[in-house]
């Protein structure tokens, strides 16, 4: 088929021209008639609904934030006012009529102070020492029978504790008689002798007393 001839075909040319001035036509009469504005509301309608289903789905604005309370400014303390100056007094100082007095310096040493006297040296208390008196207040120590049978003979010194009262609250041996039943014996025999007390300076007090014991066989 030949395009060329085709398209230089006088009739074909003349049914193209009149198809379009009958669309000019038809376009024309339409918009006489309203037929336009019919076709404009129904496309204009999907475009409505469409919008409306749009705005639905949007999310509900969110709620107003409440309103914060102003702050409520504070009364200032007030200040007291200044105290009102006062001039200071002046006070007059008046020097004295008469002059100072004269002030006499002496060369010559003060004379020495007398010696104080030295105190008394404290007095130690006159002691007395316990008395016994052996015939009247006091028994005689019994001669163990062992050491009468050994023929046992010694002399020993012993010591005694007086108290106040007279009583013998201590005793020990000073010299030993050489043989231990003869001291033990004079030493429990003779506590128990009733002693005159030691005093200081008159008065009775708790002193040491010493007394000799012979053993002699007779």
């Given at each position: 088929m030949n395009f060329s001839k085709?398209?230089?075909?006088?009739?074909?040319?003349?049914?193209?021209?009149?198809?379009?001035?009958?669309?000019?036509?038809?376009?024309?009469?339409?918009?006489?008639?309203?037929?336009?504005?019919?076709?404009?509301?129904?496309?204009?309608?999907?475009?409505?609904?469409?919008?409306?289903?749009?705005?639905?789905?949007?999310?509900?604005?969110?709620?107003?934030?409440?309103?914060l309370p102003e702050p409520v400014a504070q009364p200032q303390p007030q200040q007291a006012p200044p105290p009102a100056y006062v001039p200071p007094v002046q006070v007059a100082v008046q020097a004295p009529a008469n002059p100072a007095p004269?002030?006499?310096?002496?060369?010559?040493?003060?004379?020495?102070?007398?010696?104080?006297?030295a105190p008394a040296p404290a007095k130690d208390p006159v002691l007395v020492a316990p008395v016994i008196n052996a015939a009247q207040n006091c028994r005689?120590?019994?001669?163990?029978?062992?050491?009468?049978?050994?023929?046992?003979?010694?002399?020993?010194?012993?010591?005694?504790?007086?108290?106040a009262d007279g009583n013998v609250i201590d005793s020990q041996v000073k010299s030993s008689s050489g043989y231990t039943r003869l001291d033990e014996a004079a030493r429990q025999a003779l506590s128990l002798c009733k002693f005159q007390p030691g005093t200081a300076d008159g008065t009775p007090t708790q002193a040491w007393a010493q007394m000799k014991y012979e053993w002699r066989l007779e």
């Open positions: 085709t398209q230089q075909d006088p009739k074909r040319k003349y049914v193209g021209i009149g198809i379009v001035v009958l669309l000019h036509v038809g376009v024309v009469y339409a918009l006489m008639t309203g037929l336009a504005r019919k076709v404009v509301e129904v496309v204009q309608a999907p475009l409505e609904t469409k919008i409306i289903e749009e705005l639905k789905k949007l999310p509900p604005p969110p709620p107003p934030k409440p309103k004269s002030i006499t310096v002496s060369n010559q040493a003060p004379p020495p102070e007398a010696p104080k006297a005689k120590p019994v001669y163990p029978s062992i050491s009468r049978r050994e023929e046992e003979e010694g002399v020993v010194v012993l010591r005694f504790l007086v108290a």
